[in-house]
């Protein structure tokens, strides 16, 4: 394993933050997988998760079963880390900005459209090689302004010649769920059956440009766009895990977890066969479009109480939760407005007028535009 270190700009005078990322394998002898642990800096199932893949990838390479390079980055976001507010810890945002950590990242098809014509050929693996180079370029010739925008440079660049990228996340209290391109479906669902998650959401264009869309959305908006004149591939598979819920953080989850993501990386050949990874146990695993999650919202301020549980099947117009006025007594039904899964809420149980408290996955898409909470 070698551990590479990445400084970051000094943020003001006498301060210093450095990420690491760990490399096993051989990089430029096979395929190339980065996994990446809690982006946002208070989500800590990824963090655990990746202490457990330490171990169990280390083994790997001693056994020589790592095809390629596999790349792990055991915290991603040592700024975030870093931040606190009157007792709690803020990873999402960065303080300094409101700016989330997991947004900006740079959408590099419109400048590969303009570097890349007249470079590609015939050959589908040439092009990818092209390419790959080209989205290097763009990034080292970006320019960062503080050390949030530096930290996203340098860690999408580390993953844009990956052929699979794990961003693992969590959501307030949930199932295991995904977030996939839609272009990728059966390897989403695959990742799925691996990590026993309940539902996979699948976008082409989530909004604000989202990490984990940053490794792989050129692949498939090159592809129609030099659709008549060159072969190109899907030369990335990105996804978005999230973790179950903040507080899911134990050894034996973790274990698990670590267990079925080496599972899918044996399937998508960055481990030799016969690795020993153990994927869950199968369950009920659906693939839906992110435009028809229903993210439930507060319609006023009260006291939250749950009436259906996660993982409930609920039909269009059900009552999910209430909120209470505790000045009046009076109840506020929140109802859903898809026939779907109830497969994540907040985790507190006071809301605000317009907060999102919950998500519902369904079959139907409905929405457009920002399909992201913010
Ligand atoms: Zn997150």
Known sequence: MIEQRHDLPSAAPGTQAHWLSLHFGTAGSGPKAVIQCALHADEVPGLLVGVHLRRELTRLERQGRIRGEIVLVPAANVLGAAQGLLGAAIGRFDLNTGVNYNRGYRHLTPELLRTLTGRLGSDAAANTAIIRQACADLLMAWTP?????????????????????????????????????????????????????????????????????????????????????HPIELGCFSTTVELRGEADVTH?????????????????????????AKAAAASRCDVL????????????????????????????GQTVAEVIDPLTAESTPVCTKVDGVFFAHSKTRWALRGERIGKVAGAKAFRSGKLLSP
């Open 145 to 229: 302004t503080s050390p949030a925008e530096a930290l996203k440079r340098s860690l999408q660049w580390l993953a844009v010649d990956a052929d699979t990228v794990l961003d693992l996340h969590c959501d307030s209290q949930a199932l295991m769920h995904l977030y996939a391109p839609t272009p990728w479906a059966e390897t989403g669902a695959a990742l799925g059956q691996c990590l026993g998650a309940r539902v996979v959401l699948l976008a082409k264009e989530s909004g604000d440009d989202p990490f984990d869309e940053s490794v792989s959305r050129h692949w498939w908006e090159l592809q129609e766009a030099f659709a008549a004149q």
């Open 252 to 276: 034996d989850l973790a274990e698990g977890d670590a267990q079925g993501l080496l599972a899918f990386l044996e399937q998508r050949g960055h481990l030799e066969p016969g690795s020993s």
């Open 289 to 316: 479009p992110l435009e028809g999650v229903d993210p439930l919202t507060s319609p006023c301020g009260g006291i939250v109480v749950f009436a259906c549980a996660l993982g409930d099947e609920v039909r269009a």
